[in-house]
């Protein structure tokens, strides 16, 4: 009886407390909207990207700074696992090349090797099968170093470039990031430069056998044996055969595959704006010989070094920036909160989205697209050749939705391109990858060298439940003209519902994230709490709510044995979807979305903001994991408005496409 009526105490004050909570977030979030109206907060990777860096400092033989170094080994050091390894995300389970890498590049940097924590390092590699259990990306790394042979490599000859595009295994076949990070690295296996290294520092004791006789990776589980064993069979012929490639044809390759990457430098940001990409071109260009004052090199050499992120005593380096998706969706908890001091803050990010949007440059994408305009966002500050559809649903949706603020068409023009081009990029199958349409060869998945099993860019559920919720936004009737883009993707969609009743996450962790993203989309086609697949979503979301009101869930989630929701602790971004989610089903009332909102505001700190730790978006699943330093800004400050909005209002209808 006492709790309950402590319960009905804490709802009764509930508009109070929401008031206050969504005003501390909005001053903290206002705070940080950068001079020219953008926002752009830290992303953080795992422990490879920073010592990856270190190590392609010493590839190079560049003198070291000893300064970033320090700072660079101290953040290795805090986020080793209690298990002696490193994770692939927060409290997460050893990774084998996560800890290699960490490992050689704190010996690198200086650490002794029977300092307390390399000790327990190795310890723990050694454990695990040792370096050998490496993966095709660190043992092409350890190569370069020549620590094993590049017999331990996949064979994958620069001469793919020439391939014709008919040919089953192509670059227009993989995705934007495959492609990006192969291209430079067709090019260094074909050279086979060797690390200067000048410290000659080695791992040879993190091997339980000799590393020189390392030979070839075994099939990864997500690989079928039949495939597999086809490819590997092919790939021995290859191996084969490769010393016998004319040298007139291999400079022919070389020439191809470099003009391919130098085309796309992409100046002071980098191939494909993303680092393994941008090491890779940089390493190809020293290896080709460019001198390091040209403006080729230093200009690739620059867009590394932008990426790093002092805090005074660590240092680490992001795999990209953020700026685009940040500002949109920061753009949409500010048009939600509705005061006039954001939509003004809302209305300076779009302005400065506006000039980003890409209306020239015919990119990859138009190989699968001739006809098409372009007219999409990047995800970056700039990375023309690799627009995404995620990114431009996004700033479409929250410029259509500012112009119904306005009640002009500020931004009229800009929607209606990227709507265009949105329309163009859907598959054949009525879904949406992130960068290509159709990129669905997924026997490519199989091939030796794809051990990490993210080669592909298919159409996922997030990212087309995104696409169909700003087309259902644009034109509410979209969706009921058969035959349409929408109703495609409408059927698409219902189709990815998986048994339990939730969407699996493809860019974001994970079924929670793909819940949200396909509520938000049911929601804008019409589809209500009586449709069948949107009750079973909520039944979902209110089955795997945690007893203290949140929700949370890792990246284990994503492993090939996952046989339904784990409990894990609720996070503020994770509560977040959750809660828009069931708000986009019509459940404002529910008492789950009020024991919701109830945690959010009992986690809101003094300064208006969220602790946030875990990673809780997806670069690849089961290899690379993210934590975006904003989503604990946004979303939370999202939902809270979003609540207080249909509450006052006294509506259960979302209006909006997210």
């Not at 994958?156 to 993989?174: C, D, R, S």
């Not at 130098?262 to 071109?281: Q, S, T, W």
Request: proline share 7%; aromatic share 10%; charged share 20%.
């Amino acid at each position: 009886m006492e709790a309950g009526l402590a319960g009905a105490a804490r709802l009764d004050a509930q508009p109070t407390r929401l008031a206050s909570a969504i005003d501390a977030a909005l001053g903290a979030v206002l705070d940080d909207q950068r001079p020219d109206g953008h926002w752009v907060y830290e992303l953080e990777a795992d422990a490879t990207i920073p010592a990856e860096y270190v190590l392609m400092v010493h590839f190079l033989g560049e003198p070291p700074d000893a300064v970033l170094e320090a700072k660079i080994g101290r953040h290795l050091r805090r986020v080793q696992g209690a298990h002696g390894g490193w994770p692939l995300f927060h409290g997460g389970a050893y990774d084998p090349s996560a800890s290699v890498k960490a490992y050689f590049a704190l010996k690198m940097i200086g650490d002794p090797v029977d300092a307390p924590h390399m000790a327990r390092a190795r310890a723990a590699i050694l454990a695990h099968g040792g370096a050998e259990q490496s993966n095709v990306f660190t043992r092409f790394l350890l190569a370069l170093y020549g620590i094993v042979p590049w017999d331990a490599v996949p064979a994958m000859p620069v001469e793919i470039a020439l391939l014709p595009e008919w040919f089953p295994f192509h670059l227009t076949k993989v995705s934007y990031w495959t492609r990006t990070v192969l291209t430079p690295l067709l090019v260094l296996g074909a050279l086979k430069p060797r690390a200067r290294n000048p410290r000659a520092v080695g791992i040879d004791e993190l091997f339980l056998a000799p590393p020189g006789q390392l030979r070839v990776t075994a099939r990864a589980p997500h690989q079928s044996r039949l495939w597999f064993a086809f490819f590997r069979t092919v790939e021995r012929h290859v191996r084969r055969l490769e010393p016998r490639i004319p040298a007139r044809l291999r400079r022919r390759a070389i020439e191809r595959a470099s003009a391919f990457v130098r085309a796309r430098l992409n100046g002071e940001h980098g191939l494909g704006a993303i680092f393994p990409a941008m090491v890779n071109a940089v390493q190809m260009l020293d290896a080709l010989g460019l001198e390091r004052n040209t403006g080729e090199y230093a200009g690739a050499r620059r867009a590394i070094d932008r990426l790093l992120v002092d805090r005074g005593e660590e240092a680490y380096c992001q795999p990209c920036f953020s700026p685009v998706w940040d500002t949109a969706l920061m753009c949409h908890a500010l048009l939600e909160t509705g005061t006039l001091q954001a939509i003004d803050a809302a209305l300076r990010g779009l302005e400065w989205l506006r000039p980003l949007q890409i209306l020239d440059l015919h990119g990859d994408w138009s190989l699968n697209r001739p006809g098409l305009r372009p007219g999409g966002w990047a995800f970056q500050y700039a990375n023309a050749h690799y627009p995404d559809v995620d990114d431009t649903a996004v700033v479409a949706m929250a410029m259509h939705r500012a112009d119904r603020v306005l009640g002009e068409p500020r931004f009229a023009d800009a929607v209606e391109r990227a709507h265009e081009w949105v329309l163009g990029m859907q598959s054949r199958d009525g879904g949406w990858g992130a960068f290509d349409p159709d990129n669905t060869c997924r026997y490519l998945n199989n091939i030796p060298f794809a051990d990490h099993g993210a080669l592909l860019d298919p159409p996922t559920a997030d990212v087309s439940a995104r696409c169909l919720s700003m087309l259902a936004q644009l034109d509410p009737q979209a969706c009921r003209r058969r035959g349409s883009p929408a109703a495609r993707a409408l059927d698409w969609l219902l189709c990815a519902q998986e048994p339990h009743g939730a969407w699996y996450g493809r860019w974001g962790i994970n079924y929670v994230y793909g819940v949200w993203s396909a509520l938000c989309a049911l929601n804008a086609a019409g589809m209500g709490m009586e449709a069948r697949p949107v009750a079973r979503a909520v039944d979902w979301l209110h089955a795997v709510q945690n007893p203290d009101g949140g929700w949370g869930e890792d990246g284990s989630s994503y492993r090939l044995d996952y046989a339904g929701h784990e409990p894990f602790q609720s996070l503020p971004s994770q509560t977040a979807w959750a809660l828009l989610g069931l708000m986009a089903a019509g459940a404002v009332d529910s008492p789950a979305v009020a024991r919701g909102i109830d945690w959010l505001l009992e986690q809101q700190r003094a300064d208006g903001l969220w602790d946030e730790e875990h990673h809780t978006a997806t670069g690849f699943e089961r290899v690379f994991y993210l934590r975006y330093h904003g989503y604990a800004r946004y979303f939370p400050l999202w939902a809270l408005a979003r609540y207080r909005k249909l509450r006052a209002s006294g509506s259960k209808r979302v209006g909006f496409g997210m």
